[in-house]
């Protein structure tokens, strides 16, 4: 009998994270790939990037939850939506296992739309620490809902089970991000240049930042001292990629207009796409900001990333990554570091502490061969038993 896998995608970096896990779904005979897609992906002010989607996929279903507002009323509404959206598509589909990554607040409304469904969950980056933001508390919650457990390191393995899971049903598989680096094959620097319509110098960095969701009303500040201290680069290309649909992600993104309309060796995107962002992290000095990014991947590339303020606090973290204070004296100083010399002999012996790849295969193998009826009634593991 086939088993209808269902996968969630709602912003552009969970699909690029998810592309070759959905890969392996749809070529496997005994799987048959469900695609929802939903959040930033049906929003004009973020790209429409579910038109990409649809190369490379067949959508099973569009979700429509974004409202107007970047508020906390407006994304609450937003989840509210979702939830309700979520339970009919569910309904509709009958999938056997819904497949969810992270702790964005459109994939815990899938959860819990699922968990009510009694439809098994497998959730991918649980057990990870962000203390800066409001995904820390929707990541541990969604892994009380899943029965199935894909982690990235071992020690967010240890966690996940330290949250009461079963241990056979935690696995480390690496990061997913880490598949498309291995098996894309990136631009050269001259189709890259051509592609942004942006020319490259010897100096470039990829600034990507995101509000801090625990902080009140903090985006404005301290992005502008990124700003300010881009200011003093010399001789630097920048390449701006906006921020997400989180609360005051607006705000930031109309400061990165401004900036590149005074600037013009600045140059901004709403969205890249994995091929274009994973190729220009290739020719970057840098990751600045404060996303996944910046210790997923850019490790694997051997840059530097200089990671600004709470957001990714907690987090497993390569020797390539300088951690700073959002304030505009310790980001000039992170730049000294970064193009420091002993820094730089440094990058070149950088290990991605989220492994080798792989990590699609592995969790493909299980939703395969899983006993659902095995998973679908949990019992919370006490610690020392």
């Keep these: 009998m086939i088993r209808k896998i269902c ?39 973020f790209g429409l990037t579910y038109k990409v989607i649809e190369s490379d996929f067949s959508i099973s279903k569009k979700i429509e939850m974004l409202m107007s507002s970047d508020t906390a009323i407006g994304i609450s509404k937003s989840m509210g939506l979702a939830q309700i959206s979520f339970s009919e598509a569910f309904s509709e589909l009958e999938p056997d296992i819904v497949v969810i990554l992270g702790d964005r607040y459109e994939v815990f409304a899938a959860a819990a739309a699922a968990m009510i469904a009694r439809i098994p969950i497998a959730h991918l980056h649980g057990g990870e620490i962000t203390e800066g933001v409001i995904d820390e508390a929707i990541r541990h919650s969604i892994t009380k809902m899943s029965h199935l457990h894909f982690t990235a390191t071992e020690e967010y393995r240890k966690r996940v089970i330290q949250l009461g899971e079963k241990p056979d049903t935690v696995r480390n598989v690496g990061g997913l991000g880490i598949d498309n680096i291995k ?169 991605n502490p989220y492994g080798s790849g792989g990590a699609s295969k592995k969790i493909v193998d299980v939703l395969r061969t899983v006993k659902i009826e095995s998973i679908i009634k949990k019992t919370f593991r006490d610690i020392g038993i």
């Design 183 to 351: 098996k894309l094959k990136l631009l050269t620097a001259d189709e890259l240049q051509q592609a942004l319509a942006f020319r490259l110098e010897k100096k470039n960095i990829l600034v990507t930042f995101h509000p801090v969701t625990l902080e009140v009303s903090t985006g404005r500040e301290q992005f502008q001292a990124i700003l300010n201290a881009l200011e003093g680069l010399k001789e630097t290309k920048i390449i701006f990629t906006k921020a997400n649909s989180d609360t005051d992600g607006r705000v930031i993104n109309e400061m990165i207009d401004k900036f590149v309309v005074e600037h013009t060796q600045a140059v901004a995107f709403v969205s890249l796409g994995q091929l274009k962002y994973l190729s220009t992290l290739k020719y970057m000095d840098a990751v600045v900001g404060n996303s996944s990014s910046g210790l997923l991947e850019a490790p694997s590339f051997q840059i530097g990333t200089i990671n600004i303020g709470d957001r990714q606090k907690g987090r497993v973290k390569a020797a390539s990554v300088i951690d700073c204070q959002p304030f505009e004296k310790d980001i000039h100083k992170a730049f000294e570091l970064l193009y420091s010399q002993g820094f730089q002999s440094k990058l070149r012996g950088v290990k």
């Design 7 to 45: 996968v969630i995608t709602g912003t552009r970096a969970d699909y690029g994270l998810l592309y070759w896990l959905m890969k392996e779904i749809a070529i496997a005979p005994e799987l048959e790939l469900q695609l929802v897609v939903t959040g930033m992906h049906l929003s004009p002010e």
